[in-house]
């Protein structure tokens, strides 16, 4: 209870020594300058948010969904043309594909997969089979 008296008296001192200040002074007077800076500034800020919004929903629009459509169809055609050259090596292999060099580094598996020994996505029109089968 001692410790309690001797602080208290000290606590009070540092209290009046300094300044009284009152809080939130700000919200009982405001500046109506200062106000009006801030609620032209809010606006601007909405204006501009309204304009960058418009102008990306524009560029979406208008530039990015006519470039994939462009861009799938170009694919489109380079994929049928690589198609079509994949069916004239077949043809010309009577249903096979041509002999490739046997090089140590292509096909290699160090274990072999759980569903056997070729890949996922094995295909046997375009996808050399592995050596081991």
Known sequence: ??????????SAALRSAQPTLRRFNSSLNPDPEAAKAFVEARKH???????????????????LIPGAAVLGAYMYKVEAKHSAHQEHILEENGGELPERPNYE?????????????????????????????
Do not use: C
């Not at 800020?45 to 530039?63: C, G």
């Not at 580094?105 to 089968?133: A, C, E, R, T």
């Open 105 to 133: 580094y292509l096909n290699i598996k160090n274990k072999s997969f759980p569903w056997g020994q070729q890949s996922l996505f094995h295909n046997p029109k375009v996808n050399y089979p592995s050596p081991d089968m």
């Open 1 to 10: 209870m001692a410790a309690f008296r001797a602080v208290i008296p000290r």
């Open 45 to 63: 800020a909405f204006e501009h948010a309204a304009k960058s919004t418009s102008m990306w929903r524009n560029i979406s629009l208008f530039v």
